[in-house]
């Protein structure tokens, strides 16, 4: 947490003296042929039309996409993994106790539809609309109150510490809206714009385009660069490639390890990949026998050849988690290897200890996501090599999440994608009772470690905490974990400055220009 | 006669509708899943959903939601769509243009090819151009329309670059580029119907050559051109109709496959969207719609019997 300060403290006064933005990136853009040139158009393809544009109630990576550059929050993620920095914030104090947050807003930030300055009361507004909407209430589970002593101060009173407090504010979705604009919409933002960020909405067709122009009064001078940004759906992969090879589109956000390795081989395409956030595992239901018992769970971890996976299902692109879960690019990274390899001998021999043979077991596996269909294939080979006869059973994503979030299922392959903060790998997963814990898992331990991890503000204590929850996880198997995948985009050589960032986030479609 | 024929015909679809918007809504919520499921995905738990349902509605009696939304039906208003808000009638309104003229398109490419060589392979029977157009049909009829799209993406947009890949222009805005844009799908879409058609015209007009009255024609000394256009063709296109009336409903219905290779923002991309999303209001509107526009057409069909046989009467 300490880290965080110090980024924030440094970013304030970059702030304070008129440079906008983050210095590295700017020396990015810079260094990656010349000095941004403003103007320009640039389109990029994306897998799905977005489904609505409210930031408060998008759950989905393209709604995400669209709508981001749109608005501003307080806080928002730096280049580097798992830290955060202000955005509208321009100074955050936080009390002795945790338990007292008190922001100073940025000066001079206007909202694009009535171009009205934002001030505190907006902030209010915005985080009480999160709640009120439910989908990301959980996020400001801690808040107590919300006061705005003056136009330019917003103070959060939690009922108890909540060390991914901030991390939470610059999540891209914690948009700060225009009061006004929601009431003039009725309340919904499904189709408006009531944001400050660098563009405006100009036009959204349905499944055909949205289309973002430059917000002539965004409160960085001379930002953004490009005068407008064009999303396009293109949901079949061939077209979407073809549109990139034709310069139909500047850039294809989210690419497959397949679409990856294509792409590559196209001279004026370029393929930016980092480690991403995009973690897979076997979720195991802890409630049903015979996966109640520890060493049948265990047993499974062993037998799965997580490398063959990552070979066929990813073509050899992913990292493989051999520990814990939280990235190895991560601070709250746990060193630690408990799976090496593939043992059959070691799983034979749990299941033995156990005293459990001829086991059958269902294996459920959402049918939009092609990938995870493959390796559920994999792994029931594997697990058939153990004596566990799996029945794959491939869902449409309706039907998925629901016996999902019912836990009606034996073995699911599940992903999630975009935490930062190691309370959001952790927390909500494992923690006795936490609404995403579909397996049931349940410790003691487990749960004292998950509850001190959120309260404590210092890195290196958190981070030893989040190893010793890790471990004892990874350990008791409640889910095998994987591999965390990488984040690649494939863009066009003339796309300068666009940094792929391990989450969703696209914010630094600020900073990007085109060289053409 | 007629008028009486039509108000029967009508009177008759009011009960049919009634059925369908009865099936349509309680199929959609049969399935398991609902809007809240979509909206909260993995984030999924009771709390948070119990609150989101109160909020949509969906924690309502079905037998009360349905009341609801029939009494809205009737006056005129389909919904809001859950996700985007936008009203359900706008929604199928704004897409229904480029399903209909992929529906043109298709079609007029299916009868342009599919009648031609049906007549030829019937008049032809056993020869070549009868083998070639048996080979069409049979592999018309096979060849699904995702892999013949994806092959003329890569043929002609990746390798010759004559059409965009996707997309769609309105005709208004740009009629040459809606041309382009608009070619590659009705094609990939109009072949299998092509085929149909080939088939049922060769089979239909093998029929009707071997009746007497083109015997008599033929004996008159009619030349063949004439027995066949005039006097063979015209009795052989009922069943076309027939089929191409049945044909007609499905593409109006949207072929989602091919608007989903092509990024076309049509019908059946809106009904794919509303399953997946379980989007009630715009399911439930979407499939009312299309079921409206199957009935309508059928009677169309039915109408369109009496122009080209004068015999036939209602």
């Known amino acids: 947490m300490r880290k965080i300060w110090v980024v924030l403290l440094v970013a304030s006064m970059l702030m304070w003296t008129g440079c906008s933005g983050s210095p590295s990136r700017e020396a990015d853009s810079e260094g990656e042929g010349g000095k941004p040139r403003p103007g320009g158009t640039i389109r990029i393809a994306l897998q799905s039309d977005g489904k609505t544009l409210d930031p408060h109630k998008a759950t989905d990576a393209a709604s995400m996409h669209l709508i981001e550059n749109m ?62 909407l439910g989908v990301r209430k959980d996020h400001f589970s801690a808040v107590d109150e919300i006061e705005t002593p003056d136009s330019h101060t917003v103070v959060f009173r939690l009922k108890q510490p909540m060390a991914p407090f901030l991390t939470y504010l610059a999540y891209p979705m914690n948009a700060i809206v225009d009061r006004e604009t929601v009431e003039n919409h009725d309340g919904s933002l499904d189709r408006a714009d009531a944001g400050s960020g660098p563009f405006q909405l100009d036009e959204w067709k349905k499944d055909q385009y949205l289309r973002l122009k430059k917000f002539p009064g965004y409160y960085l001078p001379e930002k953004p660069y490009l005068d407008e940004v064009v999303f396009r759906p293109i949901p079949d992969e061939t077209a979407r490639m073809t549109a990139l090879r034709n310069r139909e589109v500047d850039m294809i956000l989210d690419v497959s390890a397949k679409e990856a390795r294509m792409l590559e081989q196209v001279s004026s395409v370029e393929v930016v990949s980092v480690p991403g956030t995009f973690w897979e595992y076997i979720g195991l239901n802890t409630k049903r026998p015979p996966l109640d018992d520890v060493k049948v769970r265990q047993a499974i971890a062993h037998a799965v050849d997580r490398e063959a996976i990552n070979k066929i299902a990813k073509l050899n692109r992913a990292t493989v ?90 073995m699911a392959i599940v992903g999630w994608l975009g935490f930062v903060d190691p309370d959001e790998f952790t927390y909500n997963l494992f923690h006795t009772g936490a609404p995403w814990n579909q397996q049931g898992y349940s410790n003691e331990q487990v749960d004292a470690l998950l509850e001190k991890g959120r309260t404590v503000g210092d890195q290196e204590e958190r981070k030893k905490i989040y ?41 630094s479609l600020e900073e990007t220009w085109l060289a053409r | 006669m007629l008028a009486k024929y039509l108000l029967k015909r009508l009177a008759l679809s009011v009960p049919v509708l009634f059925g369908i918007s009865v099936l349509v809504f309680l199929l959609v919520r049969l399935v398991p899943g609902d809007t809240v499921t979509v909206m909260l995905g993995a984030q999924y738990n009771e709390e948070q959903a119990q609150m989101l349902r109160e909020k949509y509605g969906l924690d309502r009696p079905v037998h009360i939601q349905y ?148 015997k008599m024609a033929r004996i008159k000394g009619a030349p063949e051109r004439i027995v066949v256009r005039r006097h063979a063709l015209r009795n052989a296109l009922i069943p076309v109709v027939t089929v191409l009336g049945i044909q007609v409903g499905y593409l109006l219905g949207g072929s989602v496959v091919i608007e989903q290779i092509f990024s076309l923002p049509g019908v059946g991309q809106l009904v794919l969207q509303a399953i997946t999303n379980r989007d009630y209001a715009l399911l439930q509107g979407s499939i009312l719609f299309i079921a409206v526009s199957f009935v309508v057409i059928n009677l169309l069909v039915d109408l369109l019997y009496t122009l080209i046989h004068p015999r036939i009467r209602y």
């Open chain 1, 321 to 410: 988690l051999k520990g814990g879960n939280i990235p190895p690019n991560h601070w709250a990274h746990a060193d630690f290897t408990l799976y090496p390899r593939r043992n059959v001998a070691k799983a034979k021999q749990l299941l033995e200890e156990a005293g459990k043979e001829n086991l059958e077991l269902t294996l459920k596996v959402g049918s939009d996501f092609p990938y995870q269909v493959d390796a559920a294939q994999i792994v029931k080979q594997q697990l058939k090599e153990v004596g566990i006869d799996v029945k794959v059973s491939a869902q449409e994503s309706g039907l998925f999440f629901d016996a999902l979030g019912k836990g009606d299922f034996d």
């Open chain 1, 467 to 507: 190893h010793r929850a890790q471990k004892i996880i990874a350990e008791e198997a409640p889910m095998v974990f994987l591999y965390v995948n990488e984040r690649t985009a494939a863009m066009s050589k003339a796309v300068k400055g666009f940094d792929v960032h391990p989450t969703v986030t696209t914010h």
């Open chain 1, 71 to 132: 608005y501003s929050r307080l806080m928002r993620y730096t280049e580097k993994y798992g830290e955060v920095e202000g955005e509208l914030a321009e100074k955050v104090e936080v009390s002795k106790d945790g338990k007292t947050y008190t922001f100073t807003l940025r000066k001079g930030v206007r909202f694009h539809g009535t171009g009205r300055e934002l001030t505190s009361e907006d902030v209010k507004y915005s985080i009480e609309r999160i709640i009120d």
């Open chain 2, 67 to 214: 009341a609801l939304w029939v009494s809205n039906l009737m006056r005129g208003d389909f919904g809001h769509s859950t996700f985007t808000g936008q009203p359900v009638l706008a929604a199928i309104l704004e897409r229904l243009p480029v399903t209909l003229e992929l529906t043109a398109i298709s079609v007029l490419f299916a009868l342009a090819v599919g009648i031609p060589l049906g007549i030829r392979a019937a008049v032809r029977r056993n020869r070549w151009v009868d083998y070639l157009a048996t080979l069409f049909g049979l592999s018309g009829i096979s060849i699904p329309g995702f892999w013949l799209g994806t092959l003329l993406i890569l043929l002609f947009s990746l390798k010759w670059g004559w059409f965009p890949s996707g997309g769609y222009v309105p005709i208004w805005e740009d009629p040459l580029g809606n041309l382009q844009t608009m070619a590659m799908p009705g094609i990939a879409l109009g072949t299998a119907v092509a085929a149909v058609v080939m088939r049922i015209t060769r089979s239909s007009m093998l029929e009707v050559l071997d009746q007497e009255y083109i």
